[in-house]
């Protein structure tokens, strides 16, 4: 299948006063196809939203690109000029943050931020962009939408905004979209609502969608493909189903056991499982396997060298000693 954006070997690292550099990915490498939904996975301080931002070169001043590069349709956006880049922003790569309530403006009615987006890249006239904020909303979910375009930010729910952020993203129907976190603000019981708008409108119009989370439980049954982050490096790869079912790395066994949905319901009390130890510190990795400190299954091979991906069956991809290299 033709490939939509590739990450080859990528290493981000960010340059401290008087410190060693903090390497925040480390050999990464990703291939994303039309359409498809991808799902990245892992703690705090994986490497998950250095990811994302990298896509768009949005990364802070002290971020520098140690190597790799990152593939958008045959165009390397790594060297891209800044010009070019600025007409991708939006119209054909997209970012859903995290935030919704730090990512609109609190003075301008949401009507006219996602209008922004479509004034930087789309050639109509300002009744037809009204006309199609007012469709993008409608297509997310709002009974009035006229109304919710005349709203301010603080007049709207957590929900609310957080539709809002998502029609910014996809008033150019791009080609990808990055969802850092899309559902942290939001309570459970509209989690599962939004994942489907976004699914649903993304199917509807061939968007690939890159989806970052730290809970299992938001990308089953979501995405097509996980992609499991520790300490900046991708350890394991596959199928969701696959991927919770028979998960193969000990990190992401250990992430499926934290979640309470994979849990068996015992009806006795026990201690909440946790993943002993502490992640590594990313200025001053040792040789070895970067888990090798957390790891239950530790052998004296994974503190001596490090580990080499391993394709286990054909839709799988791991870095754990224990299947081989």
Known sequence: METLALVNRLSVAYLLEGDHPVRALNQTSLEIRPGEMVGILGES???KSTLAVAFLRLLPANAQYENGSIRFRGRDLLILPEAELRRIRGAEIALIPQDPTLALNPVKQVGCQIAEVLR?????????????VEELLGELGFDHPRQVSHAYPHQLSGGQRQRVVIAQAMACRPRLVIADEPTSKLDASIQAA?????????QRHGM???VISHDPTVLAGFVDRVAVMYAGCIVEEGPTEEIFRRPLHPYTQALVRLCARYMPNTGTRSRFPAIDGEPPDLTGLDVGCRFASRCPERMQVCTERATEETTHDSSRRVSCFKYGN
């Open 45 to 47: 301080g994986s490497g």
């Open 120 to 132: 930087a890249h789309v050639p109509i006239g300002a009744k037809e962009r009204a006309a199609r």
């Open 194 to 202: 939004t994942l489907s708008l976004m699914r649903e409108i993304g």
């Open 208 to 210: 690939a969608f890159v």
